[in-house]
């Protein structure tokens, strides 16, 4: 009886903190990142403030989390293509195409000036750092995983560095946050994507076309 009542206990917890989660994110597309607080969140699901405060630490901690569910969400969309690696190219263009997606439905706006707070709070605050390497390092490491699957399968040639690699890419998609907060055209951004992807994984075009 105790294993049942805690199985569903641990649901309503999670169910609860995506709940959260969800409503943050919409109230983030509402007002804006910086303009939001903890209040305005709960506001939203329903439920006070102290309530957040049983599943996250601050707004800080509340919306890495809510980066990790979007980042979950990507990196299952980038296997589900990378599945078929005789199509590369086209693997690329779908993961730019969600790429931007991710970023219209969040806000650009919104992505910079969440990036820039956390970058503020490490600055201000030395042992927050960990934290944010922490939550970095996650990110390539999906890609570096991806990409050693691809060097198996002889998509990727074995000569690349896919550490060196993997940290181009993010600084790829940083640099797409940045582009598509200048308004540069979004067909662009996608050529640029492919090619400069292309060129980190040394992969000739005229095997990816």
């Not at 599943?55 to 980066?67: I, P």
Request: aromatic share 10%; proline share 2%; hydrophobic share 40%.
């Amino acid at each position: 009886m105790t294993r049942v009542f805690q199985k569903y206990k641990d649901e309503y917890k999670e169910e609860a903190r995506k709940r959260i989660l969800d409503a943050a994110l919409e109230v983030v597309k509402k007002k804006g990142y910086q303009s939001i607080t903890l209040d305005d969140i709960a506001g939203e699901v329903g439920v006070t403030k102290g309530t957040l405060y049983l599943y996250f630490k601050n707004k800080e901690d509340l919306f890495k989390n809510v980066f990790h569910e979007m980042s979950k969400s990507f990196r299952e969309t980038m296997d589900y293509h990378l599945a078929d690696s005789d199509c590369l190219e086209s693997a690329l263009s779908c993961m730019i195409d969600e790429i931007i997606a991710v970023n219209k439905e969040f806000g650009i706006e919104n992505n910079l000036a969440m990036i820039s707070e956390w970058f503020a709070v490490a600055v201000r605050d030395p042992s927050a750092r960990p934290r944010f390497k922490e939550m970095l390092t996650c990110g390539r490491k999906s890609f570096e995983e991806r990409v050693l699957l691809l060097q198996k399968r002889k998509v990727v040639p074995e000569t690349v560095d896919v550490e060196a690699a993997t940290k181009g890419i993010m600084a790829l998609i940083v640099a797409i946050k940045i582009m598509m907060f200048l308004g540069e055209d979004e067909i662009e951004i996608k050529k640029w994507w492919i090619s400069s992807v292309k060129k980190l994984l040394d992969i000739p075009t005229t095997e990816m076309s």
